[in-house]
């Protein structure tokens, strides 16, 4: 699954440990009560279901509007957005009417509702920061040692969609093992999980690029478990994006394996690492000739930098290792996440039942 649909699954069990009584109407092809969670498919929805509820949250569409033409307002409206301004999606948001439909926007980070704020002229006291977690398969695993601290061969990786970086990358690469000739890649990526077909997969030059290129695996899309085995020992997430990211699940996941993360500051990536990891400023990137050289140069120097780094000096390195683990451990967590969607529902069913007693 994509970020984005994972984020639904992970919040919708944690609400279900908390207590909460979660329904999800994502159309299934049966209804079910799995981990806690009622999956209703879209012709069985009861009568009365929506008005029942303490909160209706939809997930990354501006269709507030025809909700409230449906529904009224008996029920506190909140859009949980995890897509940047320019998605059609939310481009309903320019609409007066659209705006004032939601009782409240939550945004997956500080940076993302900066710009809603400012692109969309949100009200800024109805829009809420709630981030994302990791997927629980990365805190199951117990840690293992480092590469740095058993001798072994470090091993970057990548598992983002391929549009977000893979080809510099692939670029990238060569010239990465020609100076730390023992340094592997493993490849987490396609379109799969949204649903693209190989042959429809306008990316597939990449992955043949990649079953190509010396010290290059390429794996494909696995499930959360798989991947986080997978990244157990892994050295380092090689991200050089230029894709503005509004919250970077698979930064997490890195930093949850032990991993260091190697990338760029475009969006909420500063915000994602908190100061952990090594981030290309992306303003000094640009020159007459555009980004892209610049970014594979540079891209390269910090990738050899970063491992020389860790291989010279595996005390500080574990120390840092250790940090960003602890780090994930305390902070991006899905039953933490549960308890701000609570706190939120709340303060919003007080306001309602202060409006309506006056």
Known sequence: MGGTESAVVYLSTALARAGAKVTLLNNPEVEAVIDGVHLVPNDKIKPGLIDRCDALVVVSTAVGSRIRASFGNKVPLLLWCHLDADQPFIGGLREEKERQAWNAYVMVSQWQASKFVGHFGLDAERT???????????????????????????????????????????????????QIPDVRLKIHSSMGIYGVGLAAD?????????????????????????????LQSAAALAYPTSFEETSCITVMEAMAAGADVLTTNKGALPETLNGFGYMLNSDDLKNEFGTQNMLANTFIEMVVHSLTEARENPVEAGLKRKARMEFVRENYLWDRRAQQWMALVEQLSRKKHAASCR
Do not use: K
Request: aromatic share 14%; hydrophobic share 40%; with cysteine.
């Open 128 to 178: 809420h920061v709630i981030g994302n977690a990791v997927s629980p398969a990365f805190l199951d695993l117990a840690p293992t040692p480092a590469w740095f601290e058993t001798g072994q061969a470090p091993s970057l990786f990548y598992a983002s969609t391929p549009y977000r970086g893979l080809d510099m990358l692939l670029q990238c690469f060569p010239s990465i093992r020609a």
């Open 202 to 230: 306008g990316f597939r030059y990449l992955y043949e690029l990649a079953r190509g290129l010396d010290g290059v695996d390429y794996i494909g899309p696995v499930s959360q478990p798989e991947l986080a085995l997978s």
